[in-house]
């Protein structure tokens, strides 16, 4: 795989050969978060260097398809799908995360 980086675009457009991994945390993803995404909340446990949560739930995860992992600005996502990567997984970090995503807009959920 020659490229770590998707689009913020391409994952709009996404099929179902894209998986979305969210790791911000469960408070981060409940306020907003793209629609059909998965959480794993292990952001703070990355920035701390730990990835535990990441290894044990890697089981848990597609191994046949592409998966973005999503964080705020998207370096701790870098760090996450270099490890999956690690794992075997095609995994890339979306481009400038969330934070890079037009919200609120279609294709962003809210919690009421």
């Known amino acids: 795989m020659s490229n770590t980086v998707v689009a913020p675009e391409t994952v709009r457009a996404r099929d179902d050969d894209l998986y979305v991994l969210d790791i911000r945390p469960t408070y981060s993803y409940e306020e907003a978060h793209i629609e059909g ?46 490890r999956l990567r690690e794992h075997g997984f095609d995994a890339k970090a979306m481009r400038g995360g969330i934070n890079n995503w037009e919200a609120p807009t279609a294709g962003t959920v809210a919690s009421a």
Do not use: M, R, W
């Open 37 to 82: 995404s998965h959480s794993l909340p292990i952001y703070d446990q990355l920035k701390g260097g730990n990835f535990i949560g990441l290894d044990v739930s890697a089981s848990e995860l597609p191994s046949d398809a592409e998966i973005a992992v999503v964080c705020f600005s998207g370096s701790t996502a870098a760090v996450a799908a270099q």
